[in-house]
């Protein structure tokens, strides 16, 4: 089992940047697959990025993501990271980190295991 807790959301001003970082407890961090999502005021759950177990080598971003935001994992510290660049107004939501207990994980969230609470991110124009 693994807890996660999510940190480093914010008010920024568009065009800035964050970064978010998940801190996972438990053992064998480097044994899940982990996911970034995220959930605006009356919308549906979206898949913002995810990576492989081991050292990462397989990353995946949504779509109005792509090329601004990087996913990374620190096994050593037992933290998922996401970097944000280039926010934008609708980026705001809530940002949530989710661990699976496989090789790599899917862009749903019925493909994860465990979810932590969640960061706001919120982006002015």
């Known amino acids: 089992q693994v807890q996660l807790v999510e940190s480093g959301g914010g008010l920024v001003q568009a065009g800035g940047s964050l970064r978010l970082s998940c801190a996972a407890s438990?053992?064998?961090?480097?044994?899940?697959?982990m996911g970034w999502f995220r959930q605006a005021p009356g919308k549906e759950r979206e898949f913002v990025a995810n990576?492989?177990?081991?050292?990462?080598?397989?990353?995946v971003y949504g779509h109005s993501v792509q090329g601004r935001f990087t996913i990374s994992r620190d096994n050593a510290k037992n933290t998922l990271y996401l970097q944000m660049n280039d926010l934008k107004p609708e980026d705001t939501a809530v940002y949530y980190c989710?661990?699976?207990?496989?090789?790599?994980?899917?862009?749903?969230?019925?493909?994860?295991?465990?979810w932590g609470q969640g960061t706001q991110v919120t982006v002015s124009s």
């Open positions: 438990g053992r064998s961090f480097d044994s899940y697959s």
């Open positions: 990576i492989s177990w081991k050292s990462g080598e397989v990353t």
């Open positions: 989710a661990a699976a207990q496989a090789l790599y994980s899917g862009t749903q969230g019925h493909d994860y295991d465990y």
